[in-house]
């Protein structure tokens, strides 16, 4: 049963489209039109809709931004309902509402379900839902990398927990490596540096600083300092509480308390207000004494000791001296002395380390060879059963004589693992090199597709591919930009039934220049511009019956009336309509 998808698209302001809607439906949809009319802005939309990266090329001429907006039915329960549910976003009856607008600035904002999202969300939901595969597509696949890639996708399980367990040990190996490079690479420099924390580390035990002692060193410095007028202010402030032995007729503090207490203690029992207030002078009295009595003790006690002064400010030089190169204060120079021992345990113990690394290094080694073996042998097993599942399905796209294969080698490296016997190169992927072999018929020897492949097979072998992947790792909806580039004759009747063929368990959307592709859609689009120039909502129809035949004449002819062409175009759909 096909999960239908992508339901519609507004596009606005976008390319040469000015207002248009593009309703697409189940199965397999093609969108036709005269080279230039927009047909690709088909494709560029959705690929906005998914994340693609934004241009401000794209923004019509004259307008402040473009803007797309889709409505797309999620499978209940699957990972896109709840990384979209995880955003934020709500269902509208089943479907995800997603808005992309790109300003004339190139400035992009994205929306999602009524939410604001990050464009790499919507990136997320496109690996869910949509295959998306055009001309750049086309030249991707000769490259090694997404050769491998599309291997190891294929293989599944067999490949991605061995890549895995693989892929741990190779990063610890690279931290490894890397941790012994600098080490033995900059063995000078860290022995300048231990030197240097064995010199202040030296310095500071020979102070021996004390926590908080910088502190109370200036406390102390500031008293003694100040030796002779504070002993004044103690005694003054005494004689002025408890009165002065030498002054017996003079008025302290203490006596007039004292006075004050007698008068009301004579009173108090006639008034309980009153007898409380005598309570709180006579407290008074007892604190006036206690406060004279360490008066009078302060100022016996205060030496002025030059000795002692010249001693703390000495002290205070020599702690002065390490808080100029290793700390604000004491407490930093403590800090730093224990940071730098723990460094210089650290630097002197290289050696050691060392070993203990180079152990490491050579067992993490011998343990990735055994992993990048287990890859090439997993990865040899799956390309066997896809060369012959992509074989097969070239023999449905008019190549029946193809042969697909895969060459799985490793390179020479004396400084990488050994796999095979072989000391070979190796990286995040495991040590080899998968490149895909095409054999175009019998006799031709198997030569990589880059070089091997013309335009029109090489879309044949991409369009194979996806449909061996549908089988195993399937999207609910694909969205072919011109697969058939390259094709004619009854390689492109290949194709279209092909297309058809994946569209029963898929939504297809296919934009092509092709009548034998667009004769097999379940639905045809057609895009056209007003005499502007210009791509507006009724530029985006439907085309059913006449309306159909006559544009896959002028597909087929150039010429929407030709009676032939008419004929060729309604035994094309005669023939779409036999094999569904």
């Not at 239908?4 to 596009?11: A, G």
């Not at 926590?211 to 500031?222: I, K, M, Q, R, T």
């Not at 343990?367 to 090439?376: D, K, P, V």
Request: hydrophobic letters at 45%; charged letters at 25%; aromatic letters at 2%.
């Amino acid at each position: 049963m096909v999960v239908f998808v992508l339901e519609e698209m507004r596009i606005r302001s976008l390319g040469v489209i000015d207002d248009a809607v593009v309703e697409l439906s189940p199965g397999f949809t093609a969108v036709t039109g005269e080279t230039g009319a927009g047909k690709t802005m088909v494709v560029t939309s959705l690929g906005l809709l998914l994340g693609g990266r934004a241009d401000a090329a794209l923004v019509r001429i004259g307008a402040k931004n473009a803007v797309v907006e889709g409505r797309i039915t999620v499978p209940p329960g699957g990972a896109a309902v709840v990384r979209a549910e995880e955003a934020g976003a709500e269902l509208d009856d089943g479907a995800l509402l997603i808005s992309r607008t790109v300003s004339a600035e190139g400035r992009s904002r994205a929306h999602l379900g009524g939410r604001s999202v990050p464009v790499g969300v919507l990136a997320e939901l496109a690996d869910e839902l949509v295959a998306v595969h055009g001309q750049t597509d086309q030249q991707g696949l000769l490259k090694l990398s997404r050769q491998r890639a599309a291997l190891d996708r294929y293989a599944g399980d067999a490949v991605a927990a061995p890549l895995t367990k693989y892929g741990e040990a190779y990063r610890r190996l690279r931290a490894v490596s890397g941790e012994l490079d600098e080490i033995t690479t900059r063995a000078r420099e860290r022995a300048q540096e231990a030197d240097m924390l064995r010199y202040g580390l030296d310095e500071i035990a020979a102070v021996e600083p004390r926590a908080g002692e910088d502190v109370e060193l200036a406390e102390e410095a500031e008293r003694l300092g100040h030796a002779e007028a504070l002993a004044s202010a103690a005694t003054v402030a005494h004689a002025a509480l408890a009165g002065n032995p030498e002054d017996p007729e003079g008025i302290d503090a203490a006596t007039l308390v004292a006075g004050a207490h007698r008068a009301l203690e004579a009173v108090r029992s006639h008034d309980s207000a009153l007898a409380a207030l005598a309570d709180r002078i006579g407290e008074v009295g007892i604190l006036l004494g206690d406060v004279a009595g360490e008066l009078a003790g302060y100022a016996d006690d205060l030496d002025a000791d030059p000795l002692r002064l010249a001693a703390v400010e000495e002290r205070r030089a020599a702690l002065t001296a390490l808080t100029r190169k290793y700390g604000s204060d004491v407490a930093g120079v403590l800090t730093w002395a224990e940071e730098g021992s723990a460094r210089l345990l650290e630097l002197d113990g290289d050696d050691e380390r060392i070993g203990e690394l180079t152990a490491e290094r050579d067992a993490l080694r011998g343990e990735l060879g055994g992993m990048a073996q287990a890859l090439t042998d997993a990865r040899a097993e799956a390309a066997e059963r896809f060369a012959a599942a992509v074989t097969a399905e070239l023999a449905s796209l008019a190549m029946p004589h193809a042969r697909v294969s895969f060459e799985i080698r490793q390179t020479e490296d004396p400084e990488g693992v050994e796999v095979g016997g072989r000391t070979v190169a190796y990286g995040p992927s495991g040590a080899d090199e998968v490149e895909l072999l095409l054999a175009p018929h019998p006799g031709a020897p198997a030569r990589p597709i880059a070089k091997g492949a013309s335009g029109g097979e090489l879309s044949r072998v991409m369009l194979a591919v996806e449909v061996v992947f549908a089988g195993t790792d399937p999207v609910p909806t694909y969205l072919f930009d011109e697969v058939d580039a390259g094709v004619g004759g009854k390689a492109a009747v290949e194709i279209g039934r092909r297309l058809a063929k994946l569209a029963k368990s898929a939504q297809v959307v296919v934009v092509t220049h092709l009548p034998q592709v667009a004769a097999f859609a379940d639905r045809q689009l057609l895009v056209e511009k007003t005499n502007d120039g210009s791509v507006t909502r009724s530029g985006v129809k439907v085309l059913e019956g006449e309306e159909r035949v006559r544009e896959l004449s002028r597909m087929l002819a150039g010429q929407e009336d030709s009676e032939t062409a008419r004929a060729h175009a309604e035994e094309l759909l005669a023939t779409a309509r036999s094999d569904g």
